[in-house]
């Protein structure tokens, strides 16, 4: 049987030296981050699309920059502790840094496309799937996520 990549991906195992300690906080740390960047999105769009001035307060405005910066840089950090790098030996780090290429993207036609109210509400959605699409890659370990025909 083919043994997991690495002992962390492994579910169900106790601590036992401290850099799992050190993995295990820098985890929670990236999901804090995954958390935090879908509630500012989530509510920014919303906010935005109400008409309420509150999207357009300035730590609003700074807040996503902070948490999107340590999203990936958690990420990144935790595929150094596990020996997987996307674009080089893991599928679905790669599908994840994409999967973060496109939900930056979708969220800036989003917050910031003025001349489409139905484009910008568009990309929101879009991004929003995009975002539940990299959590499911990160569940599963898969590139394809929710998208693989056993899932359903
Ligand atoms: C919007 C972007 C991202 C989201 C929503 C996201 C989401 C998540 C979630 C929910 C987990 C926990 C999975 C579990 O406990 O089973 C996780 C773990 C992880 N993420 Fe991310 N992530 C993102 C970006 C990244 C990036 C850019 C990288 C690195 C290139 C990365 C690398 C990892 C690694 C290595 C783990 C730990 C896997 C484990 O030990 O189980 N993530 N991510």
């Known amino acids: 049987m083919r043994r997991p990549a690495h002992r962390h991906l492994s579910r169900g195992k106790s601590l036992n030296k401290p850099g799992d300690a050190v993995y295990s906080w820098i985890k929670l740390l990236h999901v804090t981050c995954v958390a935090l960047s879908f509630s500012l999105f ?13 999207a357009l307060w300035g730590w609003l405005r700074i807040m996503p920059h902070i948490v999107d910066t340590l999203l990936l840089a958690s990420g990144l950090t935790l595929a150094v502790f596990i020996h997987q790098y996307p674009f ?5 780090l790669t599908a994840k840094v994409l999967g973060l290429v ?5 969220g800036m036609v989003a917050l910031h496309y003025r001349r489409s109210r139905l484009v910008a509400r568009a990309a929101w959605v879009v991004a929003m799937l995009v975002f539940a699409y990299i959590v499911s890659v990160a569940i599963t370990k898969q590139p394809m996520g929710f998208l693989a025909p056993h899932v359903f």
């Open 42 to 54: 989530f509510g920014r769009g919303l906010w935005l699309f109400t008409g309420t001035r509150r």
């Open 88 to 92: 080089v030996n893991s599928g679905w």
């Open 102 to 106: 496109a939900y930056v993207a979708f």
